[in-house]
């Protein structure tokens, strides 16, 4: 290889060294800078003042080569190092601005019910059992006449809901127990058992199926309470019932029927004679039709009509009258579901009862039916509810009555875990066939200390009070504490 070849690997060597470690050169002033920039961005004027130094020191006006490298430096952008302080410092902040949002009146967010009862998993079902122990007291005033009791009352809640992906269904059971410490004796057991099926048929069928049973004491409240009983008669009640709702654009439809039937034990005299009550035993069947137009997701007007038949199982009563009835009603309301904050119904029309016997008088009038749950604000519930009943009677030439019942029930959180509740009801009755009206009004007032997830302390006091022209008036006051147990 000749010589001159030779010096022009040489310095092609030389060059290739040189660039090289130029690179690295600038490598290292660029990582330099970023972290100087992420420490105080400096300003256009201070960036100049620094790359002229940087410029000054590193050249050298002797080699050729080196000054070159130096001319293909680039000059530092102002706007990138502001970027990299700017990108540094939202990194830096970054643990600070992910904080849960808080509510406006500072109380925390409700729990789901899932959460604050997990329940128990049974197969493809949740079981959410509660047991409640405590005791009480209660005392009736009848005219002149007062009668108290203390007594200790053991109740069992539950809910068994099923966890499949479509339709459901939701079992609810509620019973208590009393025993009498002193005092006249009331300790029958009262409880109630109900189960909802929903099929989900396709996106715009849902089908509903309802079966029941409930035992109560008759109050003495109540249109046929026995005047005077120091026992009232217990009620069985079972009910069935089927719908299907069907969506067709904007409207909504739905078909059902219903069935019902009570039956009624004997009622306690003063004197301690037992009083037959089988003649009260019935059933009643109805049809009902629903139409609805979706004015908007949050409202729904609808019309309403269904056709019922209430069949004795006596064919007349003590007094010999045919009890049997046709019931006829419509109504026209809306519907509105305005989220968390408003929802509800309210519907109003006209209701007939034609009984079969043309001794008895028919039962008619207008109807008023609604209810609706209002949340004004976190932390308060409001329920409210309007209900029409027609309800006949046994007692003889009577065909009975239209009770009109308003009821109210305000929820509220008083401070953390410790909620309170008032409620408010009363009811005016309509005889057809009497001169004198029954009105019954109620009050409640209660708390509860939610000592853990688990367990509750409640606390509840109640006032009833039922007056009519030429009939004693009735009051019963009743106080509770109770401990429950929730899983």
């Keep these: 290889m000749s010589k001159r070849a030779l010096d022009a690997r040489l310095k092609s060597r030389i060059l290739s060294s040189l660039l090289i470690a130029a690179g690295a050169t600038l490598m290292c002033a660029a990582d330099a800078r970023a972290q100087s920039a992420t420490m105080a961005p400096p300003s256009d004027e201070t960036d100049r003042t620094r790359a002229a130094t940087t410029t000054d020191q590193t050249a050298d006006p002797g080699d050729a080569d080196d000054q070159a490298l130096q001319d293909v430096q680039p ?12 990108d540094a410092a939202l990194r830096q902040d970054l643990g600070r601005q992910n904080l849960s949002e808080q509510t406006v009146d500072g109380l925390r967010p409700r729990r789901p019910e899932s959460e604050e009862t997990p329940g128990i998993p049974v197969g493809a079902f949740t079981l959410r059992p509660t047991i409640t122990g405590g005791a009480g007291f209660e005392r009736e005033k009848s005219s002149d006449r007062t009668k108290t009791r203390s007594y200790l009352q053991t109740g069992l809640k539950g809910s068994l809901t099923s966890n499949w992906s479509e339709h459901e269904l939701r079992i609810d059971t509620n019973g208590t127990w009393q025993k009498t410490l002193s005092g006249f004796k009331s300790d029958d057991p009262e409880g109630s058992i109900n189960a909802a099926l929903r099929l989900d048929i396709s996106n715009d069928m849902i089908a509903n199926l309802t079966a029941g049973y409930s035992l109560e004491r008759e109050d003495i409240g109540d249109a046929n ?81 269904s056709y019922g038949r209430m069949i004795y199982d006596n064919t007349r009563d003590g007094a010999g009258y045919l009890r049997d009835a046709d019931l006829y009603a419509a109504k026209t309301g809306v519907e509105f579901d305005m989220g968390e904050k408003l929802r509800g119904e309210i519907g109003a029309g006209y209701t007939i009862a034609d009984f079969k016997d043309g001794r008895l008088d028919q039962l008619s009038g207008l109807t008023i039916n609604g209810d609706a749950n209002w949340s004004p604000q976190r932390g308060t519930d409001v329920a409210l509810g309007l209900k029409t009943d027609v309800e006949p009677s ?88 109770s401990l429950s147990l929730k899983r």
């Design 75 to 86: 000059t530092p952008d102002a706007d990138i190092d502001r970027n990299a302080a700017a």
């Design 394 to 481: 046994t007692s003889a030439g009577s065909s009975g009555s239209i009770a009109y019942t308003t009821d109210m029930a305000l929820t509220q959180v008083i401070i953390e875990d410790l909620r309170g509740k008032l409620s408010a009801g009363a009811t005016w009755r309509d005889y057809k066939s009497a001169a004198a009206h029954q009105t019954v009004y109620d009050l409640g007032a209660g708390v509860t200390w939610g000592i853990s997830r688990s367990l509750d302390l409640t606390a509840d006091v109640a006032w009833e009070r039922s007056s009519q022209k030429g009939s004693a008036t009735q009051e019963t006051l009743t106080g509770l504490v």
């Design 225 to 305: 309470a026995i005047d005077g009983a120091t026992n009232q008669a217990e009620v069985a009640t079972w009910t069935a019932g089927a719908s299907i709702t069907r969506d067709l654009g904007l409207i909504r439809g739905t078909l059902g029927v219903d069935f019902e039937r009570e039956t009624y034990g004997d009622a306690t005299l003063s004197t301690g004679q037992r009083l037959d009550q089988s003649d009260r035993n019935q059933n009643t069947a109805t049809l009902r039709g629903r139409l609805g137009y979706e004015l908007s997701p949050a409202l729904i007007p609808f019309i309403e009509a």
